[in-house]
């Protein structure tokens, strides 16, 4: 029987800060200036995720409310921003808010509100955003049932979610458990957990307090309460290597095969989805219950 690795909010805000922020090893240009910014932003749509900007649908939510949970280095709310979305962003870090305010201002681009915010208790109304989108953040925090009951919350009714989760794909059975567990012998140094192998095998830097892996059936059920919910798997590009200015990829043509045989729905490393706030029903009146049976 697996056992339950509670985490504690502060380890994970802890490990997501300094050397650990996502995405900043894409550029080697001067860090914090726009052509820094610019290069991760390239890397990103380009070279790491080449679906991302599809599955994001930065062109489509002119005018909408759009929250990001975990902004980061802001990349994303940027071309949010660029699209005429009325963008906020949260993430657990003040370096991150202030990375993304400035990647912001930089481009003389408008934002609505950007805070230190905990993505289980977000400090908004019922009922405000049009669209909540969150990329690889949320099976990092300690308890992503209550982050997901949070995103649900903040919606507005048939409002839409568009989140990333990390799937039991090639990467998780090759890299994490064959190759981490089982022949470096992680699993059993780890006593026998395959939690903290998880944890230490799916980043970068190693040893994160708290990563979450899912099929698709405990998908299906965080995301219970929505309306039509989309679910693919995306990415297989990389080597077993992955790290800090050295990301090596399959060749083309490898990719290629992958993708003409449906591999990559089967054991792309990432969840996509997408799915649509449903609303609970209403109560009837007195009226309307008297009037139903005339």
Known sequence: MRRKIMTKLDEVKDYWKGKNVPQQWYSKKTPLTLA?????????????????????????????????????????????????????????????????????????????????????????????FDLVVSFGVLHHTPNTEKAIEEVYRVLKDDGTAIIMLYARGWKHYIKRCLISGILLG???????????????????????????????????????????????????????EYKPYNTYKFPKFVINLFKFFNFESLLGENWLIRAQKKPFPKEASLFEVIFKHY
């Open 186 to 240: 992680k699993f059993f140094r780890y006593g026998f957990s395959w939690q903290k192998v998880y944890n230490d095998a799916s980043e970068v830097h190693g040893n994160s307090p708290k990563t979450g892996v899912y099929t698709k059936r405990q998908v299906k059920k965080l995301f219970k309460d929505f309306k039509n919910l989309e679910l693919s798997k995306k990415r297989m590009g990389e080597f077993f």
């Open 36 to 128: 820094w910014f610019n290069e991760i932003s390239m890397k990103r749509y380009k070279v790491y995720y080449e679906y991302l900007a599809d599955l994001m649908e930065f062109e489509f939510h002119s005018g909408e409310k759009v929250l990001e949970i975990g902004c980061g280095l802001g990349t994303d709310l940027v071309e949010y921003a660029k699209n005429g979305s009325i963008v906020t962003g949260v993430d657990l870090n003040e370096d991150q808010i202030n990375f993304t305010k400035l990647n912001l201002e930089l481009r003389n681009l408008p934002y609505s509100e950007l805070k230190v915010a905990n993505a289980e208790k977000l400090p908004f109304d019922n009922n405000k």
